[in-house]
């Protein structure tokens, strides 16, 4: 995971945990150091080009497919966020 930027200030209230135990390094980038037009050209490319768009990581099952999701979060084949539909 990467992160860019202090938007919201320089405290992170979280725990390094979860990282751990997935194996997940956290990585800073300091877009500081870059010179200014290199930075707009990179962040008119993640605006467009390679801009990810949050729903493609969004999924919703049902009680019936957690077993099956939780395999595939296990064998590191499962990628983004997964809602279980109650009712």
Same mark, same amino acid.
């Given at each position: 995971?990467?992160?860019?930027?202090? %938007?919201? =200030?320089?405290?992170?209230?979280?725990?390094?945990?979860?990282?751990?135990?997935? =194996?997940?390094?956290?990585?800073?980038?300091?877009? +500081? %150091? #870059?010179?200014? @037009?290199?930075?707009?050209?990179?962040?008119?490319?993640? %605006?467009? @080009?390679?801009? *990810? =768009?949050?729903? @493609?990581? +969004?999924?919703? #099952?049902? *009680? /019936?497919? #957690?077993? /099956?999701? &939780?395999?595939?979060?296990? &064998?590191?084949?499962?990628?983004?966020?997964?809602? +279980? %539909? #109650?009712?």
């Amino acid at each position: 995971m990467t992160t860019c930027g202090n %938007a919201g =200030g320089l405290k992170l209230e979280t725990t390094v945990l979860p990282f751990i135990l997935r =194996g997940i390094r956290l990585i800073g980038i300091d877009s +500081v %150091a #870059i010179d200014f @037009e290199k930075r707009t050209k990179i962040w008119s490319l993640l %605006a467009q @080009e390679w801009r *990810l =768009g949050g729903e @493609e990581f +969004v999924q919703v #099952i049902g *009680l /019936e497919e #957690i077993t /099956e999701t &939780a395999q595939k979060l296990k &064998a590191g084949q499962h990628l983004g966020r997964t809602i +279980v %539909a #109650i009712s």
